[in-house]
């Protein structure tokens, strides 16, 4: 559709990544409200779709307020869908493929505890101990690393055990239910804080990056252009 002011596309007439990963998600809580086997298959399937199509952080780099409240949107989307789907595939007894679900949980977003938890919690259930053990060192690494802070108690608890630590001891691993909730600032708290580290520490450096969804949705993205050699602070070319 067209006017003199706007011109619009009809929404029947196309199809992009991101409708369809959304719609995934509605699928996937829909069929959970049903509570029957056969839906139960769908959801599962409408679950495992939508983690499938969903590729990373929308517009990585980029800090504009519209472009951060996607990000946060969709990634939480994300991950309301990964949790659901490892739930219902170790419920029926798939626990190699819960793990595997997991792990992609931490490729999309290292910063998130809550993943890194899971995927320990599931490598224990697994009978894997060592991994449980090398996933929480990686975790302390990234948390001490990117946001100078340590595993919540949470987190720490689940390798205790294997671990010897006292519980309550910062800094030493403790046992934990899943599902804990992380002590002290906020996931999306520690993300942010990250975030703003990234995007100061990218202040000066010219990028054009595409979105992480796939193909069907578009944007421009402008990049500075600055003459070789300029120093920081130089007016763009």
């Given amino acids: 559709t067209a006017s003199r002011a706007a011109v619009g596309l009809r929404s029947e007439a196309i199809s992009t990544d991101v409708q369809e990963f959304v719609a995934a998600v509605e699928a996937g809580r829909t069929a959970e409200t049903q509570g029957v086997s056969t839906r ?24 504009e307020d519209w472009i951060v409240a996607e990000q946060r949107r969709f990634a939480e989307l994300f991950h309301e869908a990964l949790t659901g789907l490892t739930g219902a595939l170790e419920g029926r007894g798939e626990r190699h493929r819960a793990l595997e679900y997991a792990v992609r949980g931490v490729e999309a977003d290292p910063l998130r505890e809550e993943s890194h938890r899971e995927v320990i919690r599931l490598q224990l259930a697994a009978g894997h101990p060592e991994q449980a053990v090398q996933q929480f060192r990686t975790l302390e690494g990234v948390l001490s690393r990117e946001l100078g ?89």
Avoid: C, M
């Fill in 149 to 237: 802070t340590a595993p919540n108690k949470a987190t720490r608890d689940l390798v205790a055990p294997l671990l010897g630590g006292v519980s309550g001891q910062a800094g030493r691993p403790q046992a934990a239910p899943r599902g804990g909730e992380p002590e002290g600032a906020s996931a999306n708290g520690r993300r942010s804080f990250a975030n703003g580290r990234r995007a100061a520490a990218n202040g000066h450096r010219s990028s054009a990056r595409a979105a992480s969804f796939r193909a069907g949705t578009y944007a421009v993205l402008l990049a500075d252009a600055r003459r070789p050699g300029a120093e920081p602070g130089e007016e763009p070319i």
């Fill in 40 to 63: 139960e298959e769908e959801r599962v399937a409408s679950l495992a779709r939508a983690v499938d199509l969903y590729a990373g952080e929308l517009l990585t780099g980029y800090y």
